[in-house]
């Protein structure tokens, strides 16, 4: 199982399918360490709505957390929220989605689990403005991505 996107809208749901999930981990100069789970999907959707059903899109999406330090035979099942996407202090996107223009998620929770081998299990929830209207006319469209993201180098980390 790979995972799945889904996009509740205002105008119904939207559902792809996970089809590159990765995670990477970097230390940051501050002595912290930097992880971030990106995914794409497959641009032939599972369910779609009317506006966006003819564009054959495979929206994107990625989110990152910030740890003191990463040891992965300690890291079991954690919960992060992040409530901006917009990082202000790295001028940066945090938590983003990309349909046809990059933008901020927020409201983010992920709840994270290692399950060996590189495996994580990542529930990601966010709000963002709806991916056809963004002058923010239309209802926040609901992000939920469930799936298994591949940590890359993950051997350095155990």
């Known amino acids: 199982m790979m995972g799945t996107m889904t996009l509740k809208r205002f105008n119904g749901t939207e559902k792809f399918t996970l089809l590159e999930s990765r ?4 230390h940051r100069d501050d002595g912290t360490i930097m992880m971030w789970f990106e995914t794409e999907t497959d641009p032939q959707a599972i369910m779609s709505v009317e506006d966006t059903a003819d564009f054959a899109m495979n929206p994107n999406a990625e989110v990152t957390v910030y740890l003191d330090k990463l040891v992965l035979k300690e890291f079991g099942n954690r919960l992060f929220e992040l409530s901006q996407g917009y990082n202000e202090e ?19 929770l992920m709840k994270l689990e290692y399950r060996g081998n590189g495996v994580f299990y990542l529930q990601w929830t966010g709000v963002t403005t709806d991916i056809s209207y963004y002058d923010d006319s239309k209802p926040k469209t609901v992000l939920e991505i469930v799936g298994e993201f591949f940590l890359e180098e993950y051997t350095s980390w155990e």
């Open 23 to 26: 995670a990477y981990v970097v």
């Open 90 to 108: 790295n001028k940066a996107l945090d938590a983003r989605l990309y349909y046809f223009e990059h933008q901020e998620v927020d409201e983010n």
